[in-house]
């Protein structure tokens, strides 16, 4: 069946360095894209969507793409700080109302 | 807190007994999910409610699964005669649909099973 799924399970970068997360997929009828962070021993936290018809979208240090050509969805964390570490998962949803489907997960460590 | 409550966190039972798991979600919220996740994966969707109608199940919810949400408010999750493959983090998150992020849907910190 059609489902998302991620590139690189672990990630280590340095503190202050930019973090790249990627993720691909495989529905073309999904209309979200989303990034959730799941710190150790909580439930998953929303951190930004995107809309399929969007190929870009920036929050507070975080700037989601979105590749429809390549069916691909990355997360951009500028300067990342120790607090940023965390399991990050890309999900999809069909629309707005409906169920999010995710990913497995990318596992980022911050080296202080 | 008002955000969305699980209770209880954690929860060991013997194999062949049934849990039961409540989810409180956020007050105005109207949609309801419940999830399941296994270590290093990412939650499974298990069922969905708005209000209190059941509106999709998984086919992961087998006939031992059953989810209620009577009034429209609060969920309950229980797993007959459980076996050590139940054993997971059951989530629960809740949304209300509206014109500006509906996707971002609220997590409780999860109920831990362990069957043994």
């Known amino acids: 069946g059609e489902s998302v799924g991620l590139h690189l399970p672990t990630l280590s970068v340095q503190e202050g360095d930019n973090s790249i997360i990627n993720c691909a997929y495989s529905n073309s009828a999904s209309d979200y894209f989303i990034w959730y962070k799941q710190e150790s021993g909580k439930g998953p936290q929303f951190i930004i969507d995107?809309?399929?018809?969007?190929d870009k979208r920036q929050g507070q240090r975080v700037t989601v793409l979105l590749n429809k050509t390549v069916k691909h969805l990355s997360l951009q964390i500028a300067a990342t700080q120790p607090g940023d570490s965390a399991v990050y998962f890309c999900?999809?949803?069909?629309?707005?109302?409906?169920?999010?489907?995710f990913g497995p997960g990318t596992s980022l460590s911050v080296i202080p | 807190d008002t955000g969305v409550s699980q209770n209880p966190r954690h929860k060991i039972t013997k194999r062949g007994q049934n849990v039961t798991f409540r989810c409180d979600p956020i007050s105005e919220h109207n949609r309801l999910y419940w999830y399941r996740q296994t270590l290093g994966q990412g939650p499974e969707f298990l069922t969905y409610f708005q209000n209190e109608a059941q509106l999709e199940k998984s086919r992961l919810l087998s006939d031992r699964f059953s989810a209620e949400r009577p009034k429209g408010s609060f969920s309950t999750l229980e797993i007959q005669r459980t076996e050590q493959g139940d054993s997971a983090m059951y989530l629960c998150a809740s949304s209300r649909p509206g014109e500006v992020r509906v996707t971002e849907a609220f997590f409780g910190q999860g109920t831990r099973l362990t069957v043994v």
């Open positions: 999900a999809e949803s069909r629309a707005s109302y409906d169920k999010v489907i």
């Open positions: 995107i809309r399929s018809n969007m």
